[in-house]
Nanobody, 120 residues
Framework: QVDLVESGGGLVQSGGSLRLSCTIS????????IGWYRQAPGRERELAAT???????DYADSVKGRFTISRNDVGNAVYLQMDNLKPEDTGVYYC??????????????WGQGTQVIVSL
């Protein structure tokens, strides 16, 4: 079992910044892709940013140049630095991890989400 816990969400004014954190615990053998997805009110869940085991990031076009993803494999943590936030960034942000456990079983785990609200 792989558990993900997010923190760092909150209310911020347009143009402000937030830093999201996600800690990953459990018996993981390898984390192939870790990162963040978001769901705006009335919208489907979508990619925000992920980073692969090779350290290569993948950003949604809407956040490029404003968000920065980083990972700490030793500490099993992933972070999302969000700068110049816009109202359209509002939503629930979910941490996600895909990989393989020490039991050789693949996993695709999600956190409970942290809410981000960007006001005008």
């Amino acid at each position: 079992q792989v558990d993900l816990v997010e923190s760092g969400g909150g209310l911020v004014q347009s143009g402000g910044s937030l830093r999201l954190s996600c800690t990953i615990s459990g018996s993981t053998y390898i984390l192939n892709v870790i990162g963040w997805y978001r769901q705006a009110p009335g919208r489907e869940r979508e990619l925000a940013a992920t980073v692969s085991q090779f350290g290569v990031p993948d950003y949604a076009d809407s956040v490029k140049g404003r968000f920065t993803i980083s990972r700490n494999d030793v500490g099993n943590a992933v972070y999302l630095q969000m700068d110049n936030l816009k109202p359209e960034d509002t939503g629930v942000y979910y941490c996600n991890a895909r990989g393989h456990g020490t039991d050789m079983r693949a996993f695709d785990s999600w956190g409970q989400g942290t809410q981000v609200i960007v006001s005008l």
